[in-house]
């Protein structure tokens, strides 16, 4: 049997939307998936430690804030130092497409804007 | 069948759609809360109203038309617009753009780390530092904020509703005294609603207690110094946005307000003296005729709150004076520019619902900070209803309505169940210990989401004719000048190392001791006194926290250096 997908869903800095990451949270976890819930006001490095404690597929960030281009490159960074660059990074929530392509440029393999169905966010990170 | 006989011609264009269009009809048969809507209403609707006891002439008990007798024949709503980015000189200067393109009145917006109450250079504002708002992490950003603008002669709501909403106001009064202008002349609204915050901006930096005691802090300032502004701005619109339901908004806004009136009147306020500066902001939200009845069913239903449960005395306590943002959960970022058909509706919406202060969302709201051009659109949008459109020349035009009396009271029957349901758990602040708050919220939202997942809920650009070939936004971006977050962190330290140390101790010492006396002291006179020294925010807060028994950083990265 193919082994269950583990996700880390985590929503960095201050802004406290979250609602769109618990809906994922829990679409995913209807789809088989497990799910490790890293929450809000989570830095890069407490997300780096927990993706690679926790041994996760993929990891899920949230933006709202516009602080996506500061934060994720950041983790990016951190990941590839601890040794967790195999891990497939999505990111999702207030983005301007304008930012998309810069995000996939940093390593990001794909970016769901608000608005985004949830189908086809949970369809990319089962496969 | 004779229409089955094959009539299709090679080269024709597909028709399915088009006949399927034609035919197409309405299948969601509710309100946006989800109550069921009859095919049509008539007098027997009406049954049971008593006009003097219910609806009453605008200007009259209990106001369920309007709080003024003529309503806008005296003075339109105040047209608002919010603005807040980057530092306090770029913030300015949109002020003023704002100023001259006809608006009554500012609203300011704070950043994240402002409104969480941690300084520019703290390690969690990487990123954030004037990103949703403008950076005031000490009194010299208010003083550059509100550089060239005359305070006496302007009416300014802060939208900083957490815990540092004392602060925030306090920099805005410091900087009026310092010019010499008697705060007593001035006019505004200060957001002061942190058990909202808990929910919107984090809970670590608004914990229940302290939240109520600052809140109340504010409310006997004003009811002693300040008759003309507004002291508490209570945000049913926050809780509103996250999937609440109409009745819920009103329900919880009015349970917060409760709180903050209960723990004033225990401290010793007559209420007929405060009541009246308290307001309230609401959604107006895209189901055109619930959000109306919703706005009736609430100045209603305050009214007899007021008069029956606190025994308030005067009219004027009695009224409930709300500000509407039109509702930026409705806007969507696929094809932007329908934002503006959106906002246009719902702003409609506030007027018809006898509205006193509003702001329209900017259409590319769910992109990226608001543009010079999207903001004056927002600006418009309301000139043109009120110039334009003749709506508000008569009161409440949708008095009388079947339709629209049957909803306002379903709407406030269902909402004094909300009420009587947080009373029995002891009110608002109990129900939020409880996480009975947390799991409305969660379930609302769920229950959104599923909706317009099974398109039971159609939304044009999310689950039904979204465009998938868009790359850029319609319209551009709008960014914050590059290098504001450095630019501003270098102040703040250079400000941290040049400010004379010994008074900014001394007003901090000062301003612990008195936090000590708890509920027998307002702490305003001395968190304006800390500020004078140029003490930051994040000073004066971890200072009040540690009083509290709380961590002087909400992060818990930080050590009071006092």
Redesign the interface.
């Known amino acids: 049997m193919k082994k269950k997908k583990r996700i880390l869903l985590a929503k960095p800095g201050l802004d406290a939307h979250d609602m769109g990451m618990k809906l994922i949270a829990r679409a995913l976890k209807d789809a088989g998936a497990e799910v490790v819930y890293g929450g809000i006001y989570v830095t890069p490095d407490e997300i780096t430690k927990i993706a690679l404690e926790e041994d996760v597929d993929v990891l899920g960030l949230s933006f709202h804030s516009s602080t996506h281009l500061v934060v994720v490159p950041k983790i990016m960074k951190l990941l590839k130092e601890k040794g967790g660059d195999d891990l497939m990074v999505v990111v999702g929530g207030c983005i301007p497409l304008e930012d998309v392509l810069e995000l996939k440029n940093m390593g990001v393999t794909d970016v769901f804007p608000s608005g985004s169905s949830l189908d086809d966010i949970v369809d990319l990170i089962i496969q | 069948m004779g229409d089955s006989v094959k009539t299709e011609r090679k080269g024709d264009i597909k028709t399915d759609g088009l006949m399927e269009a034609y035919f197409e009809k309405p299948k969601r048969l509710t309100t946006w809360s989800g109550f069921p809507v009859k095919d049509i209403y008539t007098p027997a609707d009406l049954e049971g109203i008593d006009y003097k006891r219910d609806l009453a002439n605008a200007g009259e008990y209990p106001y369920t038309r309007g709080i003024h007798s003529n309503m806008y024949r005296g003075r339109y709503w105040t047209i608002r617009e919010g603005s807040g980015y980057a530092r306090a000189a770029d913030t300015n200067k949109r002020l003023k753009f704002l100023a001259s393109q006809g608006v009554g009145g500012f609203s300011i917006f704070r950043d994240?780390?402002t409104?969480?109450g941690i300084d520019a250079d703290h390690?969690?504002?990487?990123?954030?530092v004037g990103?949703?708002g403008v950076n005031l992490t000490s009194l010299k950003d208010m003083e550059e904020l509100l550089d060239g603008i005359s305070l006496d002669r302007v009416s300014v709501a802060l939208l900083c509703a957490s815990c540092l909403a004392p602060v925030v106001f306090s920099q805005y009064i410091t900087v009026a005294e310092k010019r010499g202008i008697d705060i007593a002349k001035l006019r505004g609204t200060i957001a002061n609603d942190p058990l909202h915050s808990r929910?919107?901006?984090?809970k670590?930096s608004n914990p229940i207690d302290l939240s109520i005691k600052l809140a109340v802090d504010i409310i006997e300032f004003c009811t002693k110094n300040m008759p003309l502004w507004n002291t508490n701005s209570v945000n049913a619109y926050d809780m509103r946005e996250?999937?609440l339901n109409a009745p819920e908004e009103i329900a919880f806004g009015f349970g917060i307000a409760m709180e903050y009136i209960n723990k004033a009147m225990e401290r010793g306020l007559d209420v007929d003296d405060f009541a009246s500066r308290i307001s309230f902001y609401f959604s107006a939200g895209i189901d055109f005729f619930e959000e109306i009845a919703k706005l009736r069913a609430a100045r209603r239903l305050w009214a007899k709150i007021m008069k029956e449960k606190f025994n308030a005395k005067k009219p004027n306590s009695w009224k409930f004076r709300f500000g509407v943002h039109t509702a930026g959960s409705s806007l969507?970022?696929?094809q932007p520019l329908n934002n503006i058909i959106r906002i246009s509706i719902e702003a409609l919406v506030a007027v018809l619902g006898g509205v006193q202060s509003l702001h329209c969302c900017s259409y590319d709201e769910?992109?990226?900070?608001p543009s010079e051009e999207s903001q004056r659109i927002a600006v418009r949008t309301q000139q043109i209803l009120a110039y334009e459109t003749g709506v508000s020349n008569t009161v409440d035009p949708l008095g009388g309505s079947y339709f629209v009396e049957s909803l306002t009271n379903t709407i406030e029957e269902r909402a004094i169940e909300f009420i009587d349901e947080i009373d029995k758990m002891g009110g608002m602040a109990e129900a939020m210990r409880r996480e009975w708050i947390d799991e409305k919220i969660?379930e609302a939202?769920?229950q959104l989401?599923k909706e317009i997942?099974d398109k039971e809920r159609l939304v044009v650009?999310?689950?039904t004719l979204?465009t998938k070939e868009?790359?850029?936004?319609p319209g551009g971006?709008h960014s914050i000048p590059p290098e504001t977050e450095q630019k501003q962190i270098a102040n703040v330290k250079r400000l941290k190392e040049t400010r004379d140390a010994d008074k900014v101790k001394l007003a901090i010492m000062n301003l612990k001791e008195k936090a000590k006396m708890g509920e027998k002291e307002t702490l305003i006179p001395y968190i304006m006194e800390a500020l004078k020294t140029y003490a930051t925010i994040g000073e004066i807060q971890g200072t009040i926290r540690e009083v509290y028994g709380l961590s002087y950083d909400p992060?818990n990265m930080l050590k009071s250096p006092y």
Do not use: K, R
């Open positions: 994240l780390p409104v969480w390690p969690m504002a990487e990123g954030e990103v949703s929910y919107c901006y984090g670590p996250t999937g969507v970022q696929n769910p992109i990226a900070l969660d939202a769920f989401q997942d650009g999310v689950n979204s868009e790359d850029e936004s971006i992060f």
